[in-house]
């Protein structure tokens, strides 16, 4: 089935360490995003990619980072200058203004 | 500066009553999307409708309609008869370009048995 399989589902990250989480879609979209939310909040946007070999920052983009490589993959790095991490990661993907579709989050913990 | 605002922060109702969502938006663009989109405990977002700017007709589906004034600039949403599986988070969002998607804090619907 087509679809965004975000991994893992639950990380912890020690202080100063980066950790990389992992966003594929084998839905041939063009545009992909990484949002954050935080416990009774709505979305904000990190990084966002409208195609191969280009990114933009979006609101909150201090203390990530992302590739993009491949059409198929936006791996999010969250660095160890991102002071308070926790939070649930969310993947999307699009294509022009078609409803984006979401993958099922990646939880990310300080130890 | 585009902005979504879900004033409810959360509704509880009992089963088979009627719940409506306010979901009322800011932009100066002509054109634009709205969206809602329901995340189950599960975590994952669930796309449920997209309207755009120059279509204010309202929808129905199924149990679930939508609402659209762009003289009040207000997307809300009515779930008729709800159900326990309705119990999610609801979000609004707006979308003035193809990256520029703003969403609303969502309101947490809790149908109770």
């Known amino acids: 089935d087509g679809g965004i399989t975000q991994s893992p589902k639950y990380l912890f990250r020690k202080e100063g360490q980066n950790v990389t989480l992992s966003c594929e879609q084998n839905l041939n979209h063009d545009a992909m995003y990484w949002y954050r939310q935080d416990p009774g909040q709505g979305l904000r946007l990190i990084y966002y990619s409208q195609i191969v070999n280009d990114f933009q920052k979006g609101d909150i983009a201090e203390g990530y980072s992302v590739s993009r490589e491949k059409k198929e993959s936006f791996p999010l790095t969250v660095t160890s200058a991102q002071k308070n991490p926790t939070a649930f990661y969310l993947c999307a993907s699009s294509m022009d203004y078609q409803p984006q579709h979401f993958g099922d989050g990646t939880r990310l913990s300080i130890l | 500066a585009q902005k979504v605002t879900q004033a409810q922060t959360e509704i509880s109702v009992v089963e088979k009553e009627d719940v409506t969502l306010d979901c009322v938006y800011e932009t100066r663009d002509t054109t634009y999307y709205l969206f809602w989109y329901k995340q189950p405990p599960s975590g994952e977002l669930v796309f449920l409708i997209r309207?755009?700017?120059?279509?204010?007709q309202n929808e129905i589906s199924g149990r679930y309609s939508w609402n659209f004034q762009k003289s009040t600039s207000s997307f809300n949403f009515t779930i008729t008869a709800s159900q326990v599986v309705d119990s999610a988070v609801y979000f609004c969002a707006l979308r003035v370009n193809n990256n520029d998607m703003r969403f609303g804090a969502g309101t947490r619907l809790t149908v109770k048995p």
């Open positions: 309207r755009n700017s120059f279509d204010e």
